[in-house]
């Protein structure tokens, strides 16, 4: 029988998701609290973040594991560029670093790319699956905060490779027919899930050291009150092709 990697991973850091959805950077996004200043810091390290993850993915696109996953046409660097010349104009290179949180995350990559690399599939599936998931609506809330002309600074959030919602949910479920088609063993699954609920802290990590920003933006009191709302964690609901994701995996 083979593993449902793709039930396991979200029902293992489902937990890990709601603390994520409930940082204080990521309650403050919802609520439309983000301006340009921090968007393109969290945008300069989402691009080392990717940089990282794709230079990896591809080096080792011939892994028998590695490889089933990988994935060009959702690769996210080259549309983290366009948005970073948006934002912080055509010299953009120059005026980025990561964040100490963001090259711990960085160098986690890159480690286990090297050591352990079957673990690389953690970091695809979080970042990738979340981008398709959660991140649609991120686009329309930070269109609409920042006021942004059409086509501009967003593009991270635009996947090319699929015209509709349809399609992209589509994906998402080849996404998870190729990880529960993985030639690996139970241990090698559960080190990969392990890693993925690593991967959701090194993300918090990231939008963590961002936070300093959002409080020099909305008041004490309004933050307070922010920060004592919990929001119910997105994928601790059952999945709505639950029974399908479990037959495909049979
Ligand atoms: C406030 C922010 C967020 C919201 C509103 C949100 C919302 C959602 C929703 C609704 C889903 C379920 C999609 C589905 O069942 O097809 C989902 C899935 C997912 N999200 Fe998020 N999300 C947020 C933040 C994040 C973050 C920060 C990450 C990681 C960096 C992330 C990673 C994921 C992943 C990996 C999945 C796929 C779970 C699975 O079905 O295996 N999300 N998200």
Redo the contacts with the bound molecule.
């Keep these: 029988m083979s593993i449902n990697l793709?039930t396991k991973?979200?029902e293992e850091?489902a937990k890990a998701?709601t603390n994520?959805?409930n940082s204080t950077f990521?309650k403050c996004?919802?609520k439309g609290i983000v301006n340009e200043e921090i968007f393109r810091k969290f945008t300069a390290n989402l691009y080392f973040i990717y940089s990282a993850l794709e230079e990896e993915l591809q080096r080792h696109s011939n892994h028998p594991v590695v490889g089933k996953i990988y994935f060009p046409e959702i690769n996210r660097k080259e549309n983290l560029e366009k948005d970073l010349e948006y934002y912080y104009g055509e010299n953009w290179k120059e005026q980025i670093a990561p964040t100490p949180e963001c090259q711990t995350f960085v160098d986690r990559i890159h480690e286990v790319a090297a050591s352990e690399t079957p673990l690389l599939v953690a970091h695809a599936?979080?970042?990738y699956?979340?981008d398709l998931?959660?991140g649609q609506?991120?686009k329309t809330i930070a269109k609409s905060a920042m006021n942004l002309p059409e086509g501009k600074g967003t593009n991270f959030y635009q996947f090319d490779a699929f015209n509709s919602f349809e399609e992209i949910q589509a994906f998402?479920g080849k996404y998870r027919q190729a990880l529960n088609s993985l030639p690996i063993d139970e241990a090698t699954a559960q080190k990969i899930t392990d890693e993925a609920v690593r991967v959701?802290d090194l993300?918090r990590n990231v939008m963590h050291g961002l936070e300093g920003f959002i409080t020099s933006i909305v008041d004490p009191s309004v933050l307070a009150e922010i920060n004592s709302q919990v929001i119910p964690g997105?994928?601790e609901r059952p999945?709505?092709h639950a029974a399908r994701m479990v037959a495909a995996a049979e």
Aim: charged share 15%; aromatic share 12%; proline share 4%.
């Design positions: 793709a991973l979200r850091t998701h994520a959805e990521m996004f919802l599936y979080v970042r699956l979340g998931s959660g609506g991120l998402k959701f993300n997105s994928t999945h709505p």
